[in-house]
């Protein structure tokens, strides 16, 4: 049954601080918006949006830069039953082009410099608005002019709060549907393992289009009803500066790895701080350590996908342990099976697959893709190469698909390989992520030439990249090989290009 207190926004207002003046964001340069703020402006963007003709159900695709506009729209989305679909700023056109053609969505917010260029790929019947890092554009415009009818929409507890675009090992990204429930569950459950205190702030440093930064971080935040110091980027510098004034920092590995670069980077920065909670890629025990040496305090690994949010935690109180991401949330199940869904002993490697009230609802408009990534009984198959010990404790060996993790955002090698073997002078190629002291894994395509066509260098290639993927999906180098060696079954060797390569980078 539809009713307004299955929606994630009214959880959120019944948790809202007694006095709304309270923080709920802090900027870089001190600007700083209340629970007033946040419930006001929300309920206006939506009123805004829904005179524009979005209504309940309706896809919102979002492509603009960190802010606490940015927030308030997400927000907005969420109270007024909209599909919120966040978009990493770095996507190049042509992938923006197939989001905008498979979600279809109503209404397109980009910044004011991307607009003219992202109308191109839009259809007639699809509206485009803007808003800057400033809180600037025709969507702030239509949100000042509308009235706050403080619009909170009914909904199933399983309606769909979000679709988030995660890449598929075919190239083709595929849209997860999360609801309003996974996106409570996860909430709540995380406020209560990590122990938040009343009032404390977060440190906000993530990108806001990915799950860690949004779900993870935001709703964590909201569901404590207290403030973030929000930056618009990691930053050493800037971490220093504002985490004596943080109670909880949230980062991927490579940020934790950059701090330790920083010499000024000590206990005494530290002192205030309770808890630092790693995720999104394998964490190093190397960082891990040399973290716990310098500060004193043990970084808490935790595991999760865009999919299932998150699964496993190390304890808050309780044994944190370099290379575990812990122990399955409470209301998760997690099993290790092999391929064809057999639980295999403790200790022994096999596929993680999980079950719980965090498990999204399905891709979208792929109803055979969803099927085949879930098990009979219900379990969703994560593609992550897992171990488990006779205490539940979970430690991530691998991953199946060969997913490449760069500074903490994901690279399906498929998709950038597509796109190097339609360049002229290229017969074929394998990409692979290779060691890289800072960005945990560095893209790297191995490529053999067209003996037919002139001979192509790595710039050609390097620079027919760049119009047609994402920055950070672009390899960092790009080598040139005779053969691509295969086993008896035609597949390339990727760990043997792995092995051979493996210093590139040192
Ligand atoms: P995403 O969907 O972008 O959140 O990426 C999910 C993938 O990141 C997972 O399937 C894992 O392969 C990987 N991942 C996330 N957290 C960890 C972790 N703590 N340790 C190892 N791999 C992780």
């Not at 260098?457 to 080598?479: C, M, N, S, Y």
């Amino acid at each position: 049954m539809k009713s307004e207190s299955n929606n994630l926004y009214a959880a959120f207002r019944d948790r809202f601080p007694t006095d709304l003046g309270a923080t709920f964001i802090q900027t870089e340069d001190d600007r700083v918006y209340s629970y007033r703020d946040l419930d006001k402006t929300s309920a206006k963007t939506a009123a805004a949006m829904e005179s524009m003709g979005v209504k309940l159900g309706d896809r919102v695709a979002v492509q603009i830069e960190k802010s606490a506009e940015a927030v308030f729209l997400y927000l907005a989305c969420i109270r007024m039953g909209a599909i919120y679909l966040p978009l990493n700023t770095a996507y190049s056109l042509s992938e923006l082009k197939y989001f905008s053609k498979d979600a279809e969505p109503r209404l397109f917010v980009a910044t004011p410099d991307t607009a003219a260029t992202i109308e191109r790929v839009l259809n007639d019947d699809q509206v485009l608005l803007t808003l800057d890092q400033n809180g600037r554009g025709s969507l702030a415009e239509k949100t000042e002019a509308a009235t706050d009818t403080g619009l909170i929409a009914p909904v199933e507890a399983n309606d769909v709060a979000s679709i988030v675009y995660t890449s598929g090992t075919t190239g083709r990204p595929k849209g997860a549907m999360i609801t309003h429930q996974n996106l409570a569950f996860h909430a709540q459950t995380l406020h209560k393992l990590w122990g938040f205190v009343p009032g404390e702030m977060l440190l906000h440093t993530l990108p806001i289009y990915h799950v860690h930064g949004l779900f993870i971080a935001i709703n964590c935040v909201l569901w404590n009803g207290s403030g973030m110091r929000f930056l618009e980027k990691f930053d050493a510098d800037a971490v220093l500066k504002f985490l004596p004034e943080c109670g909880v920092m949230m980062g991927v590995p490579t940020f934790y790895s950059r701090l330790l670069a920083n010499e000024a980077f000590d206990a005494e920065v530290c002192s205030k701080t309770r808890l630092f909670i790693s995720g999104s890629a394998p964490l190093l025990a190397n960082t891990f350590d040399a973290f716990q040496k310098r500060t004193g305090h043990t970084i808490l690994e935790r595991y999760g996908m865009t999919e299932t949010g998150m699964i496993t935690s190390n304890p808050l109180d309780g044994d944190r342990v370099a290379g575990s991401v812990g122990f399955a949330l409470p209301g998760v199940e997690v099993r290790i099976a092999d391929e064809s869904g057999e639980v295999v002993d403790d200790g022994e490697t096999g596929i993680l697959e999980l079950r719980g009230e965090n498990v999204f609802q399905g891709y979208w408009r792929q109803p055979e893709k969803t099927k085949q990534e879930f098990r009979p009984d219900g379990y969703f198959i994560s593609g992550d190469l897992a171990k488990k010990d006779k205490s539940g404790r979970v430690a991530i060996v691998g991953r199946e698909k060969d997913l490449i993790i760069t500074g903490g955002l994901n690279v399906y090698p498929k998709e950038v390989e597509l796109e190097i073997d339609r360049i002229k002078g290229v017969d074929e190629c394998a990409v692979i992520g290779l060691p890289h002291a800072d960005f945990g894994e560095a893209v790297t395509a191995i490529v053999r030439r067209d003996a037919r066509l002139p001979s192509i260098e790595e710039t050609e290639i390097t620079d027919a990249l760049k119009a047609r993927i994402a920055g950070f999906k672009q390899p960092k180098r790009v080598l040139f090989i005779d053969d691509l060696p295969r086993n008896a079954m035609g597949k390339v060797q990727k760990n043997l290009l792995r092995e051979q390569f493996s210093e590139l980078y040192d």
